[in-house]
Nanobody, 121 residues
Framework: QVQLVESGGGLVQAGGSTRLSCVAS????????MGWFRQAPGKEREFVAA????????YYSDSVKGRFAISRDNAKNLVYLQMNSLRPEDTAVYYC??????????????WGKGTLVTVSS
């Protein structure tokens, strides 16, 4: 079965950096666009970043543009989210997702279970 497993979350100080990883199994990774979403306490899940199948195109929400970077390694079935200049409002559970379409309107069909990132002020 398809599995997306995130790692790399934890407690980070404001202004710091961390990198999330997501390893995929049970699917043909290279045919999927990949994305990161997040859900903060008491809020709905929101789009963060997306990358196309080849890794040549990326798209970000306005709230993270210039601070976060998404990348992928198709040889290792991995997708990453490099998070810099973190703010307390970035605190959320971050989810990895796989979609057959790319962009902010991507409609993922596979989801990971999420990893918590807490940014302390």
């Amino acid at each position: 079965q398809v599995q997306l497993v995130e790692s790399g979350g934890g407690l980070v100080q404001a202004g710091g950096s961390t990198r999330l990883s997501c390893v995929a199994s049970g699917l043909t990774f290279r045919v999927y666009a990949m994305g990161w979403f997040r859900q903060a306490p008491g809020k709905e899940r929101e789009f963060v970043a997306a990358i196309d199948r080849s890794g040549g195109l990326t798209y970000y929400s306005d709230s993270v543009k210039g601070r976060f970077a998404i990348s992928r390694d198709n040889a290792k079935n991995l997708v990453y989210l490099q998070m810099n200049s973190l703010r307390p409002e970035d605190t959320a559970v971050y989810y990895c997702a796989a979609s057959l379409n790319y962009g902010s309107s991507m409609n993922p069909i596979h989801w990971g279970k999420g990893t918590l990132v807490t940014v302390s002020s």
